[in-house]
């Protein structure tokens, strides 16, 4: 899970839904590290030509006919086409945002965000969101519906070839695997949200290696078209400049480490040791990261919850609940909003790894314009968790502004808001709180980290 609310993420996956195909093809990816890159031959490539609606249709045909046949998936049904043009695709992917999610369910995630530092509480991401569905989508596949959604009057490009061969995968995935039942659904997301992530990035790697393998079947000038379009600056809608790097990353990881994990196993024993996988798919993203983890079974512990209601009394509600998993720990050391404060990778990596299980609770007072975050993670070892705690501390001196101090057994910066890292021999909890009353009450619930 991600540390904002069911909706929220709903929502954002979504957008990715629309937009995935553009991670694979390295538009997010470049964005994600922080720079643009390109193939400086792009103006040697002349202008690809249009195809008529009947080659469009004679080329989608061929399309189905490799994924098919490469991938060794076939069709139990006709996989239905839905063309729409690019307004009632986006009016549609708009009227669904307005219909499943509220600007104040949007505020809650933006301040559960900024808890954990990845982001301002005052960023609009309710506008934000709109934004990115009002850029444009190439086209995807919905698994509700079971069609995919085209958009219509284009060109039906080199690129936009790659993004149909992908959604294209998704379909076959579905009819053979079953999308929903594999995991991918609201249920399991609010159930076990790491089995959730982890099932996308099968979901999503395994539609990327095929993409790939569908790229690699391009000749010289195909390709220049191809490489034409993906390396074109202008091409990346300009909300993506507009939101959080940490988003930027996360948006990527299904397609990135999600094909790293199928690779592996394609390499292994081809499309039949993938669909293995789908049989047994693995259950958090530790497991996407590691692939010895997913191997040993190494499945998350779970951490309880204390209920934190009565402990603060009235006036506070919980605007967030859930895991973070070894991913998103990794993303706070590493990706928060304001790089001042970012961990080296390999430092953040590190601390993030031997993660055996967390869960988190934020619960905000609107009178009082109060925060308070409950976050805690159980870790493999000793040795794990004092690699954690040892890479927070430094992050809490980069973030706060102040050198942590010992304070009430943990290592507390006392600014506008207390946080406090608290620690047992394979654990470690995160409290923040703006007044200390607050926080010795929030400590009192977790009594294995009391003073002695």
Request: aromatic share 12%; net charge negative; proline share 5%.
């Amino acid at each position: 899970m991600r540390p904002m609310s069911p909706t929220l993420r709903k929502i954002l996956l979504l957008a990715l839904a629309g937009f995935g195909a553009a991670c694979c093809c390295g538009l997010l990816v470049v964005l994600a590290a922080g720079g643009v890159a390109g193939y400086q031959l792009g103006f040697l490539v002349p202008a690809e030509p249009t195809l008529s609606p009947e080659q469009t249709t004679a080329k989608m045909a061929e399309i189905e006919a490799f994924v098919q046949a490469t991938r060794g998936l076939t069709p139990t049904t006709p996989v239905a086409l839905e063309f729409l043009t690019p307004d009632e695709v986006r009016q549609k992917t708009i009227a669904d945002f307005e219909e499943d999610t509220t600007p104040q369910e949007m505020a809650d995630g933006a301040l559960s965000l900024a808890a954990f530092g990845l982001m301002d509480a005052d960023v609009d991401l309710y506008s934000l969101l709109v934004d990115l569905y009002s850029d444009g989508i190439a086209g995807f596949y919905d698994p509700d519906s079971q069609q995919m959604v085209v958009v219509s009057g284009g060109s039906f490009n080199a690129y936009e070839r790659t993004v149909y061969a992908h959604e294209y995968t998704h379909a076959l995935q579905d009819q053979t695997f079953g999308i929903r039942a594999s995991g991918f659904s609201d249920e399991m997301y609010l159930a076990d949200p790491e089995r959730f992530n982890a099932v996308q990035a099968l979901l999503e790697g395994d539609a990327s290696v095929l993409e790939g393998q569908y790229l690699n079947t391009y000749g010289p000038l195909e390709r220049g078209y191809y490489n034409k379009i993906v390396n074109d600056v202008s091409s990346i809608p300009a909300v993506y400049y507009q939101l959080p790097r940490f988003l930027l990353q996360d948006f990527v990881f299904p397609y990135r480490e999600g094909k790293a994990f199928v690779q592996h196993y394609y390499d292994q024993g081809g499309w039949a040791r993938v669909d293995q996988l789908w049989n047994d798919p693995p259950v958090s993203s530790e497991q996407i990261m590691h692939l010895e983890r997913f191997e040993a079974g190494d499945d998350p512990l779970l951490v309880a919850r204390p209920p934190l209601t009565d402990t603060l009394g009235s006036g506070w509600r919980q605007i967030d609940t859930g895991v973070n998993g070894e991913w998103f720990t990794y993303l706070i050391l590493a990706y928060g909003e304001y790089s001042d404060y970012h961990l080296e990778e390999d430092v953040a990596r590190a601390a993030a790894e031997g993660w055996g299980g967390d869960g988190y609770s934020v619960f905000y007072n609107a009178a009082g314009d109060e925060t308070v975050l409950a976050a805690e993670w159980q870790w493999d070892t000793p040795a794990d968790a004092a690699e954690f705690a040892a890479a927070f501390r430094e992050y809490g001196d980069k973030r706060f502004g102040v050198v942590g101090r010992a304070a009430g057994g943990g290592s507390c910066w006392l600014t506008t808001t207390s946080n406090c890292l608290y620690t047992t021999a394979t654990g470690t909890l995160w409290l923040a709180a703006e007044q200390q009353a607050t926080l010795d009450a929030l400590l009192a619930l977790f009594p294995a980290y009391g003073p002695p």
